[in-house]
């Protein structure tokens, strides 16, 4: 292989000042011997991946499918090979490569396909992008995979959005508890006051409005798994005469005159496209006077070519802040504050990590290991995004303006005081 061993090529992708330890299935080893991050390439199929897409994602889809080997923390290990998250070869270095591998014949025949559990089928993609059908169908996907699963990575909460952290030392449960509240908090939630919760998830945020507040929330979702268990955790809480979860398109709400609308991670299900019909339509569901919060992940509005490098998170298209702000202030918003929470979504996926490792084997034999390893490649990935501002969780608060322009709004923001008592 040109002189090199199978190990040194793929340090070399990873980049010579990794401190990551590699290990073949020839034999050969290479990088810092000793380091808290081995990576084993364990097949030749392993090889074909990464000849066919080096740097990240061959690397990416050799774990996924089984054919290599992560040892260690796997956010240490994406942040060591920084290297592979920015290679971009020309046609000469390709055929260098290739040729260090072991030539064209590795790119026939075609490498095998992951496993079956992690395989997307296009079927579900079928129908216009972001009509109700195929919306429903991606949700879907995502989320009905198993709420076992679920449980294990988001713990107590079944919260699965960015938490906020009162405290350096605060628990993954005690920082989606105080982002529930400072939702709440920033919509000025009171007893007797209707909220309206879109893509509520598991309807952590319709408990906490109906049991801290005395609100009256009605959350929706196109999960049928989500609403299921929801509504079944909002009888157990002794909570049904308040709160509700629905498995439904938030676009076949049919009621009206809420005092408030929780958005906290649908709008990255939107697209771009459908954003001003999206917050035009939220702003017909509040009374005047009514208030708005949407929490969704951005973008950075820059040109830096780095930014763009995170080749696993950029599957993902995310709005800018910028343009959200744009978008509900032409759809009738008065934007009354915005604060970006970039680096507790880092810290809420550092949580989900550890969860994941935890409950490795069992989350192995209920989701299928190739599932498993999306997710542990994933949360990781993501985690190193915001860590380095890739990208970035922003609250964004807006008023449905009432008569004479009322905005009934505090003189000051006053939801940065402790969280409110029980209500009732």
Not at 33 to 54: D, E, F, N
Not at 277 to 289: E, N, Q, S, V
């Amino acid at each position: 292989m040109a002189g090199m061993t199978l190990a040194e090529v793929f340090e070399k992708v990873a980049g010579p000042d990794a401190p990551v330890e590699f290990r073949a299935y020839d034999g050969s080893s290479a990088g810092a011997a000793g380091a808290p991050v081995r990576i084993t390439v364990k097949s030749p199929v392993a090889v074909r991946y990464l000849a066919q897409a080096p740097g990240a994602l061959g690397l990416a889809r050799a774990y996924v499918s089984g054919h290599l080997d992560v040892d260690g923390d796997m956010y240490t290990a994406l942040a060591r090979m920084s290297h592979a998250q920015r290679i971009q070869l020309g046609a000469a270095e390709q055929v260098r490569l290739l040729g260090q591998l072991g030539g064209p014949k590795l790119l026939y025949p075609r490498t095998p396909p992951p496993p079956q559990e992690v395989r997307i089928n296009r079927r579900w993609l079928g129908g216009r992008r972001h009509s109700k059908g195929r919306d429903a169908s991606a949700i879907s996907h995502h989320y009905d995979v198993s709420n076992t699963f679920y449980e294990w990575v988001l713990g107590p909460s079944m919260t699965y959005t960015c938490a906020c952290y009162p405290h350096q030392d605060a628990t993954l449960e005690e920082a989606q508890d105080y982002k529930h509240d400072l939702v709440a908090r920033k919509l000025g939630l009171q007893p007797g006051m209707r909220l309206l919760d879109v893509g509520c998830g598991w309807g952590g945020m319709v408990r906490h409005a109906a049991r801290e507040y005395g609100v009256k929330a009605l959350g929706v979702t196109l999960s049928a798994q989500q609403a299921a268990w929801g509504q079944r955790a909002v009888e157990a809480a002794g909570l049904a005469d308040l709160a509700e979860v629905r498995h439904l398109d938030y676009r076949d709400v049919t009621e009206t005159g809420f005092d408030a609308v929780s958005s906290i991670g649908l709008t990255e299900h939107i697209g771009k496209a459908q954003l001003p019909a999206y917050f035009a339509f939220l702003h017909g569901k509040l009374k005047p006077g009514g208030r708005l919060l949407n929490h969704c992940i951005t973008r950075p509005n820059d040109s830096d070519p780095a930014r763009r490098a995170m080749g696993f998170i950029n599957r993902y298209v995310f709005p800018d802040g910028e343009y959200l702000m744009s978008a509900m202030n032409e759809a009738g918003f008065e934007i009354r504050h915005e604060e970006n929470l970039r680096e507790h979504y880092a810290m809420t996926l550092t949580g989900w990590c550890a969860n994941l490792d935890a409950h490795w084997p069992a989350a192995v034999a209920e989701v299928g290991e190739g599932t498993a390893r999306v997710w542990r490649l994933y949360m990781a990935g993501s985690r190193l995004g915001f860590d380095r501002n890739m990208v970035a969780l922003h609250q964004l608060l807006g008023v449905r303006l009432g008569a004479d322009s009322r905005s009934g709004m505090p003189l000051r923001p006053d939801w940065d005081r402790s969280p409110a008592p029980v209500a009732g």
